[in-house]
């Protein structure tokens, strides 16, 4: 850029500029002022997303249809030095009463004695089994034929079994103590020695006949009348005897009773009402803290005239003060439970109150989920309401104010696949020339599975098969139940739906199972059905559904029961093609609260989203008035010191000539 000084003309040529564009750099500034106010805009919007979010968080307990606040348990034991106990929301509150008849405790053998821990043993090869389970082998030979040498052998094989060398004090006091790794009496240890015949020493042969520990199962009694129910377990942790409750035994006593007490976890729920409170009055005080003026400082908040905020806040309080439809006046809306609105907007919560409206326990929770929650009911147990995604709109209200249920046709029930045979299952001995068997369960790759050398009989080498299946490791997650009918080896799986599959591939005991190799790979079926509305009438239409196993799901995008979700255990017999289910569904309060926010927050169709984008909009569109602004002022300026250069320069030639001109004047009148 050419520069000036004014030396000609003494003006001080940069501070007029300056001065001459002025407007202009005031207006650019005002620009950069409007923009930075934007953009601190756009900065509390951000903050507001994050206490949206926290407040959708804070009521996903009270929100959701299953695992919610308002099916926790609490349980407490008579004696906890005999028994733990731990339950899960499916539960049901009540009391229970048993007795420990006797602990599983693993099948412990010990050896014949030696002198010394190092004493030589014989050679060979032990085959040693748990149960029905795989045999693991351990080789004695030159190098760890002692006593010692074979305890470290049997541990380091990592099998079923663990091997420890005790001392007993006697003349001959070290013996081998084998103890199965599994409790149980299904978890006998079996051993087999093979000696190689390279040494004369003694062999370790263990006392089957005596056992140190014999294998037992867990065994208790509930109850104690005439109808008591005995349950045996082959550990010492009990799943679902009584369900949702699992049990830990530690003392066996059958004389002395114990008891357990589970009653609804009344205090999980009433924490998180209160933490809902607590987030919806911080989401509150944050938007009115941004939205207001301040008349002492004469200072605007930066939120302050913003109507989308407003529109946001007034939405939020108009759902958290809402009435839910149809549940019964006595639980309708938050005040019924001592949940109140203050004149700042702020819920107040009266702890007395919302003490007495939950002392019932069970059944208050019944009713604040249904307040709260999304809850739905049906009129068939065979179909349990599950869950709801934002999608799925309330069941309607009739003209007295009454839910109008959704009618659910089930076409047909999930099954699962059934695999049978086709020649009968033989007594059969097992040995390396037809011990393999490949299959594929529940869609998983192929899996080649190695039966046990013995002899069988049809129902032992059914229920081999069925273990191997069970507790094979690239199977982990899928079961199967096997049994003889008709003496044809019959497989279910325990999966539902298409994804329930069983195939007998190949293998040399296919024989022995009485398979042909030609059998087909069985499938089960997903759950068929549809939401019907206005049946009989001129506006008849369905909406559809969508099975996977026994769920069904909504699916019909846009409908009422899009995102609603039915587990539906109706067996094939149980379903009859003109039967309807009524299906209610009640989105209460938090759960309201929680589509409210979705929406709000979605990525592209949201108030968040669209006020970033204005937000976006105007910071570009002052942008490029900067822009434009800033190219006008550096042509304006340039055209200054152009004209302010063309000045100096005029005035620089004038000077000139007029200095000519004074020596000239000067010479004449020396004339």
């Known amino acids: ?77 008579s004696d906890e030095e005999a028994a733990a106990v731990a339950v899960s929301n499916s539960a049901v509150p009540g009391s229970y009463r048993f007795t420990i008849n006797t ?16 004493a030589e043993i014989e050679t060979g090869t032990y085959s040693i089994r748990v149960g029905s389970g795989e ?66 020493a003694d062999a370790v042969e263990f006392d089957f006949d005596n056992p140190v520990e014999a294998a037992t199962d867990a065994e208790i009694k509930l109850g104690s009348g005439l109808g008591a129910i005995a349950v045996t377990n082959d550990t010492n942790q009990m ?18 009773e114990i008891s357990i007490d589970i009653i609804p976890d009344v205090e999980k729920a009433k924490e998180n009402v209160t933490a809902f409170v607590e987030s919806y009055n911080e989401f509150v005080t944050f938007v009115d803290e941004q939205s207001k003026f301040d008349p002492a400082t ?43 609105i203050d004149d700042k907007g702020l819920l107040q919560v009266d702890s007395t109150k919302l003490n007495e409206f939950t002392k019932s326990g069970t059944d208050s929770l019944t009713r604040l989920s249904r307040l709260l929650g999304a809850t739905g009911t049906t009129t068939n147990p065979g179909v349990r309401f599950l869950l709801a995604g934002a999608e799925a709109k309330a069941s309607p209200l009739d003209q007295d104010g009454k839910i109008t249920p959704y009618k659910l046709q089930i076409l047909s029930a999930a099954t699962r696949a059934r695999f049978l045979g086709t020649n009968a299952v033989q007594a059969t001995t097992i040995d390396q020339s037809n011990n393999e068997l490949v299959v594929s369960i529940d869609a998983s790759p192929e899996v080649t599975l190695t039966l046990e050398a013995g002899t069988y009989t049809a129902q032992e080498l059914v229920e081999h098969v069925e273990a191997l299946i069970n507790n094979h490791d690239d199977l982990r997650g899928r079961t199967v139940a096997a049994n003889l009918e008709g003496g044809l080896l ?67 995008v846009g409908g009422a029961t899009e995102g609603l979700q039915l587990r539906v255990t109706l067996t094939e017999s149980q379903v009859s093609e003109g039967d309807r289910i009524d299906v209610e569904f009640t989105r209460g309060i938090a759960s309201k609260v929680s589509t409210a926010i979705s929406d709000i927050l979605a990525s592209d169709t949201g108030r968040i989203s669209q ?13 490029k008035s900067i822009e434009r602004l800033n190219s006008a002022f550096d042509s304006r300026r340039e055209a200054l010191v152009r004209q302010f250069a063309q000045l100096e320069s005029t005035v620089g030639d004038l000077q000139g000539i007029g200095s000519l001109l004074t020596a000239q004047l000067t010479s004449f009148r020396s004339l």
């Open 611 to 623: 006020i970033n984008e204005a937000f976006d909009d105007r910071i570009e569109s002052i942008d």
């Open 298 to 340: 004469n200072t605007a908040s930066v939120l302050l005239g913003n109507r989308s905020v407003a529109a946001i806040r007034d939405e939020i309080t108009r759902v958290v003060t809402s009435l839910v439809p149809g549940i019964g006046s006595e639980a309708n809306r938050l005040s019924s439970i001592g949940i109140t």
């Open 135 to 200: 045999v693991f082998e351990v080789k004695v030979d030159d190098a760890n034929n002692t006593v010692t040498g074979l305890v470290e052998a049997i541990n380091n094989a990592n099998g079923d079994a663990a091997a420890a060398l005790i001392n007993d004090g006697s003349a001959v006091p070290y013996r081998v103590l084998l103890t199965s790794k599994e409790t149980g009496a299904a978890n006998e240890l079996s051993v087999t020695f093979t000696p190689d015949g390279g040494s004369s």
């Open 239 to 256: 799943d679902d005897v009584i369900p949702g409750v699992t049990l830990d035994l530690f003392r066996a006593d059958n004389s002395k």
């Open 1 to 77: 850029m050419l520069n000036i000084d004014g030396l000609v003309t003494g003006i001080d040529t940069k501070s007029v500029i300056d001065g001459m564009l002025e407007i202009q750099q005031r207006q650019i500034d005002q620009l950069n002022s409007r923009k930075q106010g934007v953009v601190e805009q756009k900065a509390a919007i951000g903050e507001l997303e994050v206490r949206l979010s926290g407040l959708k968080n804070s009521i996903v307990q009270l929100s959701r249809a299953g695992n919610n606040a308002f099916n926790g348990r609490l349980a407490t034991v």
């Open 490 to 556: 019959e497989m279910t799986s325990e999966t539902y739906g298409k994804s329930s599959t069983i195939d007998f591939v190949s293998g040399t005991a296919m024989t022995a199972l009485g398979l042909t190799g030609d059998e087909d790979e069985q499938t089960g079926q997903d759950v068929v059905g549809k939401f019907i509305f206005n049946e009989g009438t001129e506006d008849e239409y369905t909406e559809k559904a969508t099975g996977s196993g026994q769920i069904l799901a909504g699916t019909e």
């Open 103 to 118: 602990l599983a405790k693993a099948h412990q053998v010990a050896s014949n004695s030696f002198e010394t821990d190092d």
